[in-house]
């Protein structure tokens, strides 16, 4: 039953009828329906887990249904693989990444139909200045000759989308395209979607940012544990009456800082941290029971700095004092020794354990402190802690001992985080701790956080979401180009003074440079300005 | 190894240098003894290398070029495969290096002398004692070493043809590689002797084969089966002394060493060499295991 | 507050899956049945009880070493140190015991120990100077060839003096039942391995460091002190197997070792655990090795001519892996 | 209103990666000259003419079958079928040219192809029966090490009758000029595989295999026909090692190559391949065996003794891996 809709366009260009699909303990999806129109954004949500991609890869090739069917211009469709789905004109951009890191952003974009000279013979040049067009056109910040593994994730994400437009689909499904993107690159995103939006086209938008589903979606389809909920005009629906259809229940109302902390004692000072890549004199303190956000611009250096703190990177120089003595720290262990956890952004490579069960994933930090005693691992209370996680956190998975690489993303995201509430670190800090999580998890992580803080655990919450950033900070670190630009205080942070700081380029403008009082001599601004001389 | 060996030297000593077929078995480290030793006595240097097994033909190509590159004043060389290496002995040839062929014969015309032993003959003086052991008839198996080598084959063939020509009752059975470990000749030997319950005799075909061979009997606890070996070294002395095995072939190796030395030192100084010089074989058992001369060509 | 949801069933699942796991070794085993099964049909002299001591004792040296190196393929590493390794440990067995003179205990436990120490060195520079496992431990194999001869002055070192020693290896444990030590040993280091690979934190880091060695880092495990533990307890083994082969022959053999490495990863591999690291075990190993000396031996035991065996070798294990693949896939 | 941030340092990338990758290789090469420099002034012997030739010359069959191999490896797969598979080949160059007389060129192409018969059999069993290429490449490594054996009759197959065929490894193209056919042919198919891996499809799908199966896949690429169309290849190498290695020896030796497959992924993996899959190159894997060889050359040019040769050479190995990572932590 479609709601009633004021779009003149009423053509369906792909529709779905009666999907099942199950894996072994789980049934996905239960006589799923779908209808997306021509001219559309067809936004699609759900919680985490209710079956959103598990639909498009249905939709891609990539799994088969197990009934069902498949409708494309009013022509009934059976997509033999993903070779075949774009063949047919349905591009995917998928939750996980779909790129080959070895090879550079051209050679990832027309993987598979590369330029050729003879049978065999590539055409590079012409393969880059294809791509270089495609990036142009597109307005992608990317360089085609770029190592694709040395992307930011936000930037593989780019060359994903510009990949699934190479083809010239008529059906775009992107899922979760913009967990990995802040706010300017998700303007950029959007701008691109509204372009490829024609007449004969469509689009399906998978993502949990509500605000974003208003900004570029026409309708928005809403599914839960599997099944069909509803179909509804986005101008027509307030945001409540969407997450209610999602979660099925009304969610609290929204939990805020408990105000700023600068009575509490300091724990963690960071002084003057460095690296050879990218940082330069990271100063900052981090207080008792205080939630800092840290916002800027991707490539900013907030991971870098993260993971500079723990001992991930190797550090050119600075200075950790973690209550009033300094410490050192060579590598991720000895910052959890000192009770420093770090939850990367790119759970897949630094997260988790994919092939091992959620079981192992979630007991993993926390094995030899919390559950072995003389080297012995104590399977039982291993198994109940993590049972406890997978409840208390509503991760949905069908037992802990299924394989995590089954679960859905944002079930996984919640997998690490509880990794480290196992683990009952000091400092936390969670780099991107809401990636791919649906609206009604992260007001319960919010929640967690605050309780964390409350505790008087201290917390750094790199985000690129600024509402979330606002929200949630007694004080926010702006870094731009390897540096802190400006550390803000709840009752002075906005998205304007934090966007002005993240945009401040003390590299390559003096202006900028003398705004934050340093030598421009120092900066190598002086030397540019010679260069350009 | 002995002070001869290795870097030690002056200018003035004459230096040889000797590729030979192998070099981590006993048999070559006995052939490299007896060299050192003689090299030591007459004031001469020698090297010493040889491949990992007797396959790795291409290898023993790379150490002789790398041997010659050095302009030895002589060289000594068993070669894997005589083909191979006559492109490399005509151009030491052509330097005026002497080359003293050992252990087999080269087919070739560069080689001033030979010294070598009969494997053949000493493989059929093993059948005739086999022959003897068992009284004449009944079932004999064969572990060997290699299926290509030359001391492989040739000890292999040496033995079925004698037996084919003088003990038509014998049968022997298929012969079975152990490639000279002692383990795989153990576990060989076992399954030889629990396929074969009426099986009375077994050869071996160097030292790690006989090692192997005893090993394998003694674990299957099977009684009275004779046993022949080839070549010598402490364990195979030992199971001789003590019955478990009923005697074996040796050739001489250290005596082989030696004689390459002397034969390269005559060919540096210009002297007349015989074509081939014969370093020998005996056959010992518990009866002449002490036996002086015996002794002499042992080693251990 | 965190509301709990108590939904998330399927409750059977942990039980069906252990099942699972259980069975799919069981499948590995089930080749090694039918292995069984054919020889014991094919010729009389298989299906005996001499025989089958015949073939375990045969699997000791490689089982031991190959169950050392399930722990460093887990990680994702390899081993290639460990057929010369052994060696090494043989000669060095022969200089503790019989040129030394040591207490027969003394010297036991220093051979494994020296192994542990070539494992150790392994790990530093695996996990410290970060250099492929593949080439620090082809360039440790290369080092105890040739330290094998250099300390044995390239002559087999005899324990003739040393009855004791080769009881270790051929000796039964009780009195009149023909069943060698050396099975026991096997089996004793088995469950040994199999419980510190299943139980304990070692065991554990052993598969996470195999299966995303970053994460497993990030989740604040010392991955570089593990991997260092990992290969040194691997080399522990190359010790105890060095003893076991110089314990069976009576003498510390220098040469010997080259290739038993191949063979003991082919053991690994075929028993199902991934060079990709992250999974495998103990019993797949012992399988592994199973497979390969019944092979061998009932090939032989058949009278196939020899070059025809490892023609059939080579094609039976693939017939086994697959099938293996296969039964997998259904289950 | 897309505010591209123009910075992000991307934009000199391309350029500094381009030579940042050059320089690498070259580093890898560094530590070769150091080698080369080092023997030059230990041993009067080693700088002439004539070695120069002798170490190109030992280079030829294992850089072969490295050349392959390195394609294979790029894949993330192995093959340890290449030491007795080249035997197996050489055999059959033999049975081809010398048994049923066929005109050289005709054997010769018959027996490339041959070892892409058997390089096509491994890309079958690992790509569509998705046996793990170490168990599949191991049985064809023990079937061929049979075949040889029961093909020859256990006996070299001589090609006296053929001075055409040993011509092609040792003969001088350029008359009086001595350096060896054998140098020219690798150094030929050294660019070919050069050209292939970096200018054509099949080396863009072999990278991209290596570095993600998975996404390759998705971007609806054969992987099971890339993978197997890359064994295959590799084997034609197999195929040419043969004929390399018996025409240099004027004989098919059935019992050799066991052995040479280790050295052959020991000089890729040195050469800065990994094993892991994703990268590599054919420079890399020549300066790799050239490296081995130069060090194998040099020792003995040293008289050092052989048992410590062996030992120096796994130093030495793990001193020039390790000052590459070094380096290319630095650059
Ligand atoms: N290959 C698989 N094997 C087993 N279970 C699977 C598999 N793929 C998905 N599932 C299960 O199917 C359900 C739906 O997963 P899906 O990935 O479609 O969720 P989603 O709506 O995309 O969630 P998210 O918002 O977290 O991405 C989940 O319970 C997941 O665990
Ligand atoms: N794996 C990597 N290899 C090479 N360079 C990297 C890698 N990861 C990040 N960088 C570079 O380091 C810089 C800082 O990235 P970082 O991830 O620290 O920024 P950030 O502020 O956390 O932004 P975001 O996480 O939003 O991308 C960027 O210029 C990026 O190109
Ligand atoms: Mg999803
Ligand atoms: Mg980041």
Same mark, same amino acid.
């Given at each position: 039953?479609?709601?009633?809709?004021?779009?003149?366009?009423?053509?369906?260009?792909?529709?779905?009828?009666?999907?099942?699909?199950?894996?072994?303990?789980?049934?996905?999806?239960?006589?799923?329906?779908?209808?997306?129109?021509?001219?559309?954004?067809?936004?699609?949500?759900?919680?985490?887990?209710?079956?959103?991609?598990?639909?498009?890869?249905?939709?891609?090739?990539?799994?088969?249904?197990?009934?069902?069917?498949?409708?494309?211009?009013?022509?009934?469709?059976?997509?033999?693989?993903?070779?075949?789905?774009?063949?047919?004109?349905?591009?995917?951009?998928?939750?996980?990444?779909?790129?080959?890191?070895?090879?550079?952003?051209?050679?990832?974009?027309?993987?598979?139909?590369?330029?050729?000279?003879?049978?065999?013979?590539?055409?590079?040049?012409?393969?880059?200045?294809?791509?270089?067009?495609?990036?142009?056109?597109?307005?992608?910040?990317?360089?085609?000759?770029?190592?694709?593994?040395?992307?930011?994730?936000?930037?593989?994400?780019?060359?994903?989308?510009?990949?699934?437009?190479?083809?010239?689909?008529?059906?775009?499904?992107?899922?979760?395209?913009?967990?990995?993107?802040?706010?300017?690159?998700?303007?950029?995103?959007?701008?691109?979607?509204?372009?490829?939006?024609?007449?004969?086209?469509?689009?399906?938008?998978?993502?949990?940012?509500?605000?974003?589903?208003?900004?570029?979606?026409?309708?928005?389809?809403?599914?839960?544990?599997?099944?069909?909920?509803?179909?509804?005009?986005?101008?027509?629906?307030?945001?409540?009456?969407?997450?209610?259809?999602?979660?099925?229940?009304?969610?609290?109302?929204?939990?805020?800082?408990?105000?700023?902390?600068?009575?509490?004692?300091?724990?963690?000072?960071?002084?003057?941290?460095?690296?050879?890549?990218?940082?330069?004199?990271?100063?900052?303190?981090?207080?008792?029971?205080?939630?800092?956000?840290?916002?800027?611009?991707?490539?900013?250096?907030?991971?870098?700095?993260?993971?500079?703190?723990?001992?991930?990177?190797?550090?050119?120089?600075?200075?950790?004092?973690?209550?009033?003595?300094?410490?050192?720290?060579?590598?991720?262990?000895?910052?959890?020794?000192?009770?420093?956890?770090?939850?990367?952004?790119?759970?897949?490579?630094?997260?988790?354990?994919?092939?091992?069960?959620?079981?192992?994933?979630?007991?993993?930090?926390?094995?030899?402190?919390?559950?072995?005693?003389?080297?012995?691992?104590?399977?039982?209370?291993?198994?109940?802690?993590?049972?406890?996680?997978?409840?208390?956190?509503?991760?949905?998975?069908?037992?802990?001992?299924?394989?995590?690489?089954?679960?859905?993303?944002?079930?996984?995201?919640?997998?690490?985080?509880?990794?480290?509430?196992?683990?009952?670190?000091?400092?936390?800090?969670?780099?991107?701790?809401?990636?791919?999580?649906?609206?009604?998890?992260?007001?319960?992580?919010?929640?967690?956080?605050?309780?964390?803080?409350?505790?008087?655990?201290?917390?750094?919450?790199?985000?690129?979401?600024?509402?979330?950033?606002?929200?949630?900070?007694?004080?926010?670190?702006?870094?731009?180009?390897?540096?802190?630009?400006?550390?803000?205080?709840?009752?002075?942070?906005?998205?304007?003074?934090?966007?002005?700081?993240?945009?401040?380029?003390?590299?390559?403008?003096?202006?900028?440079?003398?705004?934050?009082?340093?030598?421009?001599?120092?900066?190598?601004?002086?030397?540019?300005?010679?260069?350009?001389? | 190894?002995?002070?001869?060996?290795?870097?030690?030297?002056?200018?003035?000593?004459?230096?040889?240098?000797?590729?030979?077929?192998?070099?981590?078995?006993?048999?070559?480290?006995?052939?490299?003894?007896?060299?050192?030793?003689?090299?030591?006595?007459?004031?001469?240097?020698?090297? $010493?290398?040889?491949?990992?097994?007797?396959?790795?033909?291409?290898?023993?190509?790379?150490?002789?070029?790398?041997?010659?590159?050095?302009?030895?004043?002589?060289?000594?060389?068993?070669?894997?495969?005589?083909?191979?290496?006559?492109?490399?002995?005509?151009?030491?040839?052509?330097?005026?290096?002497?080359?003293?062929?050992?252990?087999?014969?080269?087919?070739?015309?560069?080689?001033?002398?030979?010294?070598?032993?009969?494997?053949?003959?000493?493989?059929?003086?093993?059948?005739?004692?086999?022959?003897?052991?068992?009284?004449?008839?009944?079932?004999?198996?064969?572990?060997?070493?290699?299926?290509?080598?030359?001391?492989?084959?040739?000890?292999?063939?040496?033995?079925?043809?004698?037996?084919?020509?003088?003990?038509? /009752?014998?049968?022997?059975?298929?012969?079975?590689?152990?490639?000279?470990?002692?383990?795989?000749?153990?576990?060989?030997?076992?399954?030889?002797?629990?396929?074969?319950?009426?099986?009375?005799?077994?050869?071996?075909?160097?030292?790690?084969?006989?090692?192997?061979?005893?090993?394998?009997?003694?674990?299957?606890?099977?009684?009275?089966?004779?046993?022949?070996? $080839?070549?010598?070294?402490?364990?195979?002395?030992?199971?001789?002394?003590?019955?478990?095995?009923?005697?074996?072939?040796?050739?001489?190796?250290?005596?082989?060493?030696?004689?390459?030395?002397?034969?390269?030192?005559?060919?540096?100084?210009?002297? /007349?060499?015989?074509?081939?010089?014969?370093?020998?074989?005996?056959?010992?058992?518990?009866?002449?295991?002490?036996?002086?001369?015996?002794?002499?060509?042992?080693?251990? | 507050?965190?509301?709990?949801?108590?939904?998330?069933?399927?409750?059977?699942?942990?039980?069906?899956?252990?099942?699972?796991?259980?069975?799919?070794?069981?499948?590995?085993?089930?080749?090694?049945?039918?292995?069984?099964?054919?020889?014991?049909?094919?010729?009389?002299?298989?299906?005996?009880?001499?025989?089958?001591?015949?073939?375990?004792?045969?699997?000791?040296?490689?089982?031991?070493?190959?169950?050392?190196?399930?722990?460093?393929?887990?990680?994702?590493?390899?081993?290639?140190?460990?057929?010369?390794?052994?060696?090494?440990?043989?000669?060095?067995?022969?200089?503790?015991?019989?040129?030394?003179?040591?207490?027969?205990?003394?010297?036991?436990?220093?051979?494994?120990?020296?192994?542990?120490?070539?494992?150790?060195?392994?790990?530093?520079?695996?996990?410290?100077?970060?250099?492929?496992?593949?080439?620090?431990?082809?360039?440790?194999?290369?080092?105890?060839?040739?330290?094998?001869?250099?300390?044995?002055?390239?002559?087999?070192?005899?324990?003739?003096?040393?009855?004791?020693?080769?009881?270790?290896?051929?000796?039964?444990?009780?009195?009149?039942?023909?069943?060698?030590?050396?099975?026991?040993?096997?089996?004793?280091?088995?469950?040994?391995?199999?419980?510190?690979?299943?139980?304990?934190?070692?065991?554990?880091?052993?598969?996470?460091?195999?299966?995303?060695?970053?994460?497993?880092?990030?989740?604040?495990?010392?991955?570089?002190?593990?991997?260092?533990?990992?290969?040194?307890?691997?080399?522990?083994?190359?010790?105890?197997?060095?003893?076991?082969?110089?314990?069976?022959?009576?003498?510390?053999?220098?040469?010997?070792?080259?290739?038993?490495?191949?063979?003991?990863?082919?053991?690994?591999?075929?028993?199902?655990?991934?060079?990709?690291?992250?999974?495998?075990?103990?019993?797949?190993?012992?399988?592994?090795?199973?497979?390969?000396?019944?092979?061998?031996?009932?090939?032989?035991?058949?009278?196939?001519?020899?070059?025809?065996?490892?023609?059939?070798?080579?094609?039976?294990?693939?017939?086994?892996?697959?099938?293996?693949?296969?039964?997998?896939?259904?289950?």
């Amino acid at each position: 039953m479609l709601t009633e809709t004021a779009t003149p366009r009423t053509l369906p260009l792909l529709e779905v009828e009666g999907v099942d699909k199950s894996f072994p303990g789980v049934r996905a999806l239960s006589d799923m329906r779908l209808e997306l129109r021509a001219g559309e954004v067809l936004a699609l949500v759900g919680e985490n887990g209710a079956g959103k991609s598990t639909l498009m890869k249905l939709l891609s090739g990539i799994h088969t249904p197990d009934t069902g069917t498949f409708t494309l211009d009013g022509e009934p469709l059976t997509i033999a693989g993903p070779k075949h789905a774009t063949e047919l004109g349905i591009s995917i951009i998928h939750q996980e990444f779909n790129l080959v890191p070895h090879l550079t952003v051209a050679q990832n974009v027309f993987i598979g139909r590369e330029p050729r000279r003879a049978r065999l013979l590539l055409d590079e040049r012409r393969l880059v200045r294809d791509a270089r067009e495609l990036i142009g056109r597109l307005h992608l910040p990317l360089d085609p000759n770029a190592v694709v593994g040395d992307l930011t994730v936000a930037n593989q994400q780019m060359v994903e989308i510009a990949k699934a437009l190479s083809y010239d689909p008529k059906v775009l499904i992107m899922d979760e395209p913009t967990a990995a993107l802040n706010d300017a690159e998700v303007a950029t995103l959007h701008e691109l979607i509204r372009r490829f939006v024609r007449p004969e086209t469509g689009v399906i938008y998978i993502s949990h940012r509500m605000e974003e589903i208003r900004r570029i979606a026409d309708r928005v389809t809403v599914i839960r544990d599997g099944q069909y909920v509803d179909t509804v005009d986005v101008a027509a629906t307030s945001t409540r009456e969407i997450i209610a259809m999602m979660v099925g229940r009304t969610l609290a109302d929204h939990a805020g800082p408990q105000g700023v902390r600068a009575d509490r004692e300091v724990l963690l000072e960071v002084t003057g941290l460095s690296t050879k890549a990218l940082l330069k004199d990271v100063t900052f303190d981090l207080r008792a029971g205080e939630i800092l956000g840290f916002a800027g611009l991707m490539g900013a250096g907030r991971t870098e700095t993260a993971r500079a703190i723990v001992g991930a990177d190797p550090v050119d120089g600075g200075v950790l004092t973690l209550r009033g003595s300094r410490i050192r720290i060579g590598h991720p262990a000895d910052a959890v020794r000192h009770g420093i956890g770090y939850l990367s952004e790119d759970r897949k490579r630094y997260g988790l354990l994919l092939d091992k069960d959620v079981k192992a994933n979630v007991t993993l930090g926390a094995l030899a402190r919390r559950f072995t005693t003389a080297g012995f691992v104590h399977d039982r209370a291993a198994r109940a802690a993590a049972s406890e996680y997978v409840g208390s956190l509503r991760i949905k998975t069908p037992s802990v001992d299924q394989t995590t690489k089954f679960l859905s993303g944002g079930n996984q995201q919640k997998v690490v985080i509880a990794k480290w509430l196992a683990r009952d670190c000091d400092i936390l800090i969670f780099d991107e701790p809401t990636r791919g999580i649906d609206v009604g998890a992260k007001e319960e992580i919010y929640q967690l956080l605050n309780e964390l803080a409350e505790q008087g655990k201290s917390i750094i919450m790199i985000s690129s979401e600024l509402p979330e950033v606002l929200r949630m900070s007694h004080r926010v670190v702006v870094m731009s180009e390897g540096r802190v630009t400006r550390i803000l205080d709840a009752a002075e942070a906005s998205q304007e003074t934090i966007m002005h700081y993240a945009t401040l380029r003390p590299d390559e403008n003096v202006e900028d440079a003398k705004e934050l009082g340093l030598d421009p001599v120092e900066t190598g601004a002086a030397e540019d300005e010679e260069g350009k001389a | 190894g002995a002070e001869g060996g290795g870097a030690g030297g002056g200018g003035g000593q004459p230096y040889i240098a000797i590729v030979s077929k192998g070099f981590q078995h006993q048999f070559w480290q006995a052939v490299k003894q007896g060299a050192e030793e003689e090299a030591s006595k007459q004031g001469a240097r020698v090297t $010493f290398v040889g491949p990992p097994t007797e396959a790795d033909v291409e290898e023993q190509i790379n150490m002789l070029t790398n041997d010659i590159a050095k302009s030895p004043d002589a060289l000594g060389f068993a070669a894997l495969d005589s083909q191979a290496a006559e492109p490399l002995l005509q151009q030491a040839k052509s330097q005026d290096i002497p080359v003293i062929a050992f252990d087999s014969g080269v087919d070739s015309d560069v080689p001033l002398t030979t010294v070598s032993t009969d494997n053949k003959a000493a493989a059929a003086e093993a059948a005739k004692h086999m022959a003897e052991l068992v009284g004449g008839s009944g079932k004999v198996a064969m572990v060997v070493h290699d299926q290509t080598s030359q001391s492989g084959t040739q000890r292999r063939d040496g033995f079925l043809e004698w037996m084919e020509q003088n003990a038509p /009752d014998i049968e022997v059975l298929d012969p079975q590689y152990g490639g000279g470990d002692q383990l795989e000749s153990a576990n060989i030997t076992k399954s030889i002797v629990s396929s074969n319950p009426d099986l009375k005799g077994i050869y071996a075909s160097n030292e790690g084969s006989a090692i192997g061979v005893i090993k394998g009997v003694q674990e299957s606890g099977k009684q009275g089966l004779q046993l022949v070996g $080839f070549d010598s070294g402490k364990a195979q002395v030992d199971a001789i002394r003590n019955g478990t095995m009923a005697g074996a072939v040796t050739q001489d190796p250290v005596n082989m060493g030696r004689q390459l030395v002397i034969a390269a030192m005559k060919a540096i100084n210009g002297e /007349d060499l015989p074509e081939t010089v014969d370093t020998g074989f005996k056959w010992y058992d518990q009866t002449n295991v002490d036996d002086p001369e015996i002794a002499a060509v042992l080693y251990d | 507050m965190v509301t709990t949801r108590e939904k998330s069933g399927v409750a059977g699942r942990p039980v069906g899956a252990v099942v699972k796991g259980r069975l799919q070794q069981l499948l590995a085993f089930a080749s090694l049945i039918v292995i069984f099964a054919f020889f014991s049909v094919a010729s009389p002299f298989f299906f005996t009880y001499g025989n089958f001591t015949a073939i375990l004792f045969s699997t000791v040296v490689i089982g031991t070493l190959a169950i050392g190196t399930t722990f460093v393929i887990i990680t994702g590493g390899i081993d290639l140190s460990i057929g010369t390794g052994m060696a090494l440990c043989a000669v060095m067995s022969g200089v503790f015991i019989v040129n030394l003179d040591l207490p027969l205990a003394v010297g036991l436990v220093a051979t494994v120990l020296f192994g542990g120490l070539m494992g150790l060195v392994n790990g530093i520079n695996i996990a410290l100077l970060k250099i492929p496992p593949f080439i620090a431990t082809l360039a440790m194999m290369l080092v105890a060839e040739g330290l094998a001869l250099v300390v044995s002055g390239s002559a087999p070192i005899y324990f003739s003096e040393e009855p004791a020693y080769t009881k270790i290896s051929t000796g039964n444990l009780i009195p009149g039942v023909d069943f060698p030590n050396a099975v026991i040993v096997l089996i004793v280091v088995a469950v040994i391995a199999g419980v510190l690979l299943t139980k304990t934190v070692l065991g554990r880091y052993t598969y996470s460091i195999g299966s995303n060695e970053e994460a497993t880092a990030l989740s604040g495990i010392d991955v570089r002190k593990w991997k260092i533990a990992v290969y040194a307890f691997a080399g522990l083994f190359i010790g105890l197997a060095g003893i076991m082969i110089s314990a069976r022959l009576g003498s510390a053999q220098p040469a010997t070792g080259m290739g038993y490495e191949l063979q003991a990863i082919a053991a690994v591999v075929i028993g199902g655990t991934s060079l990709s690291g992250g999974k495998g075990s103990i019993v797949g190993t012992l399988i592994g090795a199973l497979i390969i000396s019944t092979l061998n031996n009932g090939l032989q035991i058949m009278s196939i001519p020899q070059e025809w065996q490892n023609v059939i070798l080579g094609c039976v294990i693939l017939v086994a892996v697959y099938t293996d693949i296969l039964r997998k896939k259904e289950a």
